[in-house]
């Protein structure tokens, strides 16, 4: 390769990298932690929100705090999962879970550094009393400091073995959980959606998919801003979560997206199921800061078979939800072939 096609290549590479950037644009006194909650939730394409949080570690990777960095690399995991490059995906989710690990060891450092150095203030106490004390009073004494000595090793220990169970669960509820609706997240979906597939392959019951849309969901965002736009995802898991059976499981799917996946239902079925649903969401009062929002969703659905596959049978319920969209959405569609 010649001087020139390098000095091109190098060019390009620097160009990739700085377009999210001149794509992106935050008022002057957004701090970084802004930045990222914005990216996080804005209607931006995913390469963007890519180039730009890699942009952000290759020039400002040393001045990042460590809680910032975790949050970078834990985004990076997920929009990679998103784009099914499961190799950068793992590599940033053990960077975050490294980074988050060295943030609760700092402080719990911290904790046992003040725990030791009330220990050492103690001890000196004790030892002032032996000098003054007789012989009786020194053996009770002792025999108290062993006491109390063993107590907080043994409550220290189980404090720590506490806060470790703890941050299990957390880690296992933020992998599967989505935050801001407590429903199962994409990842989890699509696990309960295999092992849907297993059940299906022993007794032969058909199971049926909904995907649901919020119908111009951005007007919200942009009209009364993102704190709307979750009062409305909020508000809306929750009635959907009450019209459903207990076998029955809902997920956020994405953004402003839901799936629903009803075992042993027919298409006929899950179309009843929608129609309920999306009656019960036009009739609800959502109401915002005294503000009335008309609330209403679009529902495409599919019925699973072994001739289709999970993946088609997904993309069926997405191509009917797109067919109510341009038929003037608040409507159920099923998918026909």
Excluded at 172 to 183: E, G, V
Excluded at 301 to 307: G, K, L, R, V, W
Aim: proline share 1%; aromatic share 14%.
């Amino acid at each position: 390769m010649n001087r020139v096609g390098f000095l091109l290549i190098i060019f390009w590479v620097l160009l990739s990298h700085s377009s999210a950037q001149d794509k992106i644009i935050f008022p002057k006194d957004h701090t970084l932690e802004d930045q990222l909650v914005y990216i996080d939730s804005a209607e931006i394409e995913l390469d963007d929100k890519i180039n730009f949080l890699e942009n952000i570690l290759i020039m400002k990777e040393e001045e990042i705090e460590k809680s910032q960095l975790y949050q970078i690399k834990y985004q990076l995991a997920n929009y990679y999962y998103h784009k099914q490059n499961f190799l950068l995906a793992v590599k940033y989710f053990k960077e975050s879970l490294l980074l988050n690990s060295e943030l609760y060891q700092s402080k719990i450092d911290q904790q046992i550094i003040e725990l030791q150095k009330k220990d050492q203030l103690q001890q000196e106490q004790i030892e002032t009393q032996i000098g003054i004390r007789n012989f009786f009073a020194i053996i009770f004494v002792i025999f108290v400091f062993i006491a109390g000595f063993l107590f907080v090793k043994y409550y220290r220990k189980n404090q720590e073995h506490q806060y470790l169970q703890s941050q299990h669960k957390k880690l296992q509820t933020l992998a599967t959980k989505d935050p801001l609706t407590n429903l199962a997240n994409r990842r989890s979906m699509k696990e309960k959606l295999q092992y849907e597939i297993y059940r299906y392959q022993r007794n032969k019951k058909e199971f049926s998919v909904i995907i649901s849309d919020i119908d111009h969901f951005k007007r919200f965002n942009d009209q009364f801003g993102h704190d709307c736009g979750d009062y409305v995802l909020e508000t809306l898991s929750l009635i959907i979560t009450q019209k459903l059976r207990k076998q029955d499981i809902i997920g956020r799917w994405g953004g402003e997206e839901f799936l629903i996946l009803l075992p042993e239902t027919s298409i006929d079925g899950a179309f009843i199921v929608a129609e309920k649903i999306r009656k019960e969401i036009m009739k609800y009062n959502f109401k915002y800061e005294d503000k009335l929002l008309s609330i209403t969703m679009t529902f495409g659905i599919s019925t699973y078979n072994s001739f289709i596959g999970l993946k088609n049978c997904v993309k069926q319920a997405d191509i009917a939800l797109y067919k109510g969209k341009n038929s003037g959405r608040n409507c159920v569609i099923a998918y026909e072939s």
